[in-house]
């Protein structure tokens, strides 16, 4: 069974610091990854999706990875802002199941 | 380009009460989801539709929930009786197959059940 972990569960950081966020994977027979931004209060915005076959992918000041064979993936904010402040949440495909992370609570002070 | 539109953004019930929720996904999206969201946690999937077709409902508590997407355009959830227990946030996502299946998500509608 999928299980999908994401480390650490809270994070507050000044702003301007660079900043990774962790989430890993027990099946490493995934089709894609997909990093997502959730709000208070609000739906989930799509950040970053990294298909099985590619390494990274980057946004912005974001950039994710994906190692398949270790299970993991990272999130890399640089150059943080109080603007960033909101859970992330990971989560990956494999067939018809999609399974989610509980998040990291990330909080940029200013 | 409107993104997935869900109604209503809030409901309060009381139990054994019925409640329905809906999702109208991104336009040409044909594989539409329902998850629940707990306070902290991740959305968990209830169902996934391809078109009209309900592809994975297996956890559905089917017994008191229910979904119907007729047209295989819009889609209705339904709960009946609402227990306490359901209290959660209801989350809508579209997708369309080749382009990674990127999910994009509605605003979600947060039931309380008194």
């Known amino acids: 069974k999928q299980e999908v972990t994401q480390i650490p569960a809270a994070l507050s950081v000044p702003e301007g610091e660079n900043l990774v966020l962790n989430c890993s994977f027990t099946d490493s027979a995934i089709y894609n990854l997909q990093w997502f931004r959730q709000d208070p209060g609000k739906g989930l915005t799509s950040l970053l999706l990294i298909q099985s076959s590619q390494r990274e992918q980057t946004s912005g000041r974001l950039n994710a990875s994906l190692d398949k064979s270790s299970g993991r993936s990272t999130l890399y904010i640089a150059a943080s802002q109080p603007g960033d402040s909101a859970t992330y949440l990971c989560a990956v495909q494999r067939d018809d199941k999609i399974i989610f992370g509980k998040g990291t609570r990330l909080h940029i002070l200013p | 380009e409107a993104g997935v539109v869900q109604s209503p953004r809030y409901k309060i019930i009381e139990k054994k009460q019925p409640v329905a929720f809906w999702c109208n996904p991104i336009?040409?999206?044909?594989?539409l989801y329902w998850y629940l969201q707990n306070l902290g946690q991740g959305p968990e999937l209830l169902i996934r539709y391809e078109n009209e077709e309900a592809v994975d409902d297996s956890q559905l508590p089917k017994d008191r929930f229910s979904a119907e997407r007729l047209k295989g355009v819009d889609s209705t959830l339904k709960i009946q009786p609402a227990e306490l227990g359901d209290s959660a946030v209801y989350l809508c996502?579209?997708?369309?197959?080749?382009?990674?299946?990127?999910?994009?998500f509605g605003p979600g509608t947060r039931l309380t059940v008194l």
């Open positions: 336009s040409g999206h044909n594989t």
């Open positions: 996502a579209s997708s369309f197959p080749g382009i990674g299946n990127e999910q994009f």
